[in-house]
């Protein structure tokens, strides 16, 4: 079982939405908090949104206002729903688990375990 799986990636027009998942293996849900990253080609890979122990969540400023991150404790999940795409979002989506030993996060986030990432594609 692979400790963290994306999906729900694609190509979408410029305004558009998709909605990002990924499943946590138990131990990693358990142990981690978990967020979401993208890097664009050529740039580096920067964190988009996280979400802690307590279900506060943090966003970094281009997916303010337009990306939500929420969870699912049943399902060891997390989703990253996006609206108002835009081009400049295109990038590969990756799932992270980030260490948070007080279970909240510390803004600017960093992974300790990835996922295989997914793409995401928006066009006008």
């Known amino acids: 079982q692979r400790q963290l799986a994306e999906s729900g990636g694609g190509s979408v027009q410029a305004g558009g939405s998709l909605r990002l998942a990924c499943v946590a293996s138990p131990s990693v849900y358990s142990s981690y908090c978990l967020g979401w990253f993208r890097q664009a080609p050529d740039e580096e890979r920067v964190g988009v949104a996280s979400i802690d122990y307590y279900g506060d969540t943090y966003y970094g400023g281009s997916a303010k206002g337009r990306f939500t991150i929420t969870k699912d404790n049943n399902l060891h999940s997390i989703y990253l729903d996006m609206v108002n795409l835009r081009p400049e979002d295109t990038a590969i989506y990756y799932c992270?688990?980030?260490?948070?030993?007080?279970?909240?996060?510390?803004?600017?986030?960093?992974?300790?375990?990835w996922g295989q990432g997914t793409q995401v594609t928006v066009v006008t």
């Open positions: 992270a688990a980030i260490l948070c030993p007080t279970g909240k996060v510390l803004w600017p986030i960093t992974g300790e375990r």
